[in-house]
């Protein structure tokens, strides 16, 4: 089964302090996608998180931080709209660390055959107090949401249940529910 498993998934910020606070070392690492294009318009460099020093990285600077350091990172994934990627070991066995990743430089966004798996999570708008702003469509890089006719229009197939558009949403009317619930 596990083999199935892509090596990255999506999870909300929530779930990568979660999974941050089961850890006990912390190395980071320049992401790879952003020192292959160049400067990212979004972000800093060195937001690739690893939970094990013997990891390989996709980019340079390979070096220890501490766990206020790793807060860090999460409010700046926070502030800057970056979807959290953890990324699992060779036998997907276990979470070795997170990318956080956004539409300007990020493999996984500027490449459709790049494989990445859904999350645990999928949104719920209440479209009764949303006041269909847009701004959620913007912060969507999954394309889930859409303006229609001056109205939000979601396509829950297309959520990845990364809470961007919770993070983002003036009206405070997306919930990130546990699929099937």
Same mark, same amino acid.
């Given at each position: ?7 990255? /998934? ?10 941050? @606070?089961?850890? @006990?070392?912390?190395?980071? %690492? ?12 979004? %972000? ?15 980019? %340079?600077?390979?070096?220890?931080? %501490? ?30 660390? +997170?990318?956080? =990743? ?5 493999? /996984? ?10 999350? @645990?999570? +999928? ?12 701004? =959620?469509?913007?912060?969507? /890089? ?13 396509? @829950? ?5 990364? !809470? +961007? ?7 405070? =009317? ?5 699929? !099937? +619930?």
């Amino acid at each position: 089964m596990e083999k199935d498993l892509a090596m990255h /998934y999506v999870c909300t910020l929530e779930e990568a302090m979660e999974l941050i @606070q089961t850890e @006990q070392e912390f190395f980071v %690492s320049n992401c790879g996608c952003r020192e292959s294009k160049g400067e990212c318009k979004r %972000s800093r460099m060195d937001v690739c998180l690893m939970f094990n020093g013997g990891e390989d990285p996709s980019g %340079s600077d390979m070096h220890q931080v %501490s766990f206020e350091e790793v807060i860090r990172i999460l409010e700046e994934a926070r502030t800057k709209k970056l979807v959290a990627r953890p990324f699992r070991n060779k036998d997907r066995t276990k979470t070795d660390g +997170i990318c956080f =990743c956004c539409d300007d430089c990020c493999g /996984y966004f500027l490449d459709p055959d790049e494989e990445c798996d859904k999350g @645990q999570f +999928i949104e719920k708008t209440e479209m009764d107090t949303c006041v269909h702003c847009g701004a =959620c469509v913007l912060a969507c /890089y999954f394309g889930a949401r859409k303006m229609v006719d001056a109205r939000l229009r979601v396509n @829950q197939m297309d959520c990845y249940g990364c !809470g +961007i558009c919770k993070v983002i949403c003036p009206a405070h =009317c997306i919930e990130m529910t546990k699929k !099937g +619930i």
